[in-house]
């Protein structure tokens, strides 16, 4: 009986631990994982969980496997575009067409629209050195979000 019980206890703990936490329903509002398949040409990708891979703080993390190709923030908060965002990323590139205002710091891309403001990182495909998305298709990516907010 001891035994039974604790293989029960195991896949109990093992199917918890298997399963993956919900994507937010505004991953898929704002920019659908087939899109992201789409515009990087990588597949299959999935919204992994808030730090469920390396770097993955994002809102929607999008992952093929255990590797980030894009994350996207979401956040409420466009009282704080001032003062939290274009301050802490001075030397940033405005850019043009994207929402109410928007500007790119290194790999990401940050724009403004309404009350929400969403930060778009790109990640650097190891195997050839190149990002997921290359600036075109960054923007391509923003100017679809801003365009559903």
Same mark, same amino acid.
């Given at each position: ?37 789409? &515009? =990087?040409?990588? #597949?299959?990708?999935? *919204? $992994? /969980?808030?730090? !469920?891979?390396?770097?993955?703080? +994002?809102?929607?993390? %999008? ?23 274009? &301050? =802490?990323?001075? #030397?940033?590139?405005? *850019? $043009? /067409?994207?929402? !109410?205002?928007?500007?790119?710091? +290194?790999?990401?891309? %940050? ?39």
């Amino acid at each position: 009986m001891t035994a039974l019980r604790c293989a029960a206890t195991a896949a109990a703990l093992f199917a918890t631990a298997s399963v993956r936490a919900a994507a937010p329903p505004i991953c898929e509002k704002l920019l659908p994982v087939a899109a992201v398949e789409r &515009a =990087t040409g990588v #597949g299959p990708l999935r *919204v $992994a /969980g808030l730090n !469920e891979v390396k770097y993955g703080g +994002g809102t929607c993390n %999008y992952a093929q496997g255990d590797k980030m190709v894009l994350l996207v923030t979401v956040d409420e908060g466009a009282g704080k575009w001032e003062k939290l965002y274009k &301050a =802490t990323f001075k #030397g940033s590139k405005p *850019v $043009a /067409g994207v929402g !109410e205002d928007a500007f790119s710091a +290194g790999e990401a891309l %940050y724009l403004k629209k309404g009350s929400t403001v969403v930060g778009i990182g790109r990640f650097v495909n190891l195997a050839s050195g190149k990002p997921y998305l290359d600036d075109a298709k960054l923007l391509a990516v923003a100017r679809d979000i801003a365009a559903k907010l």
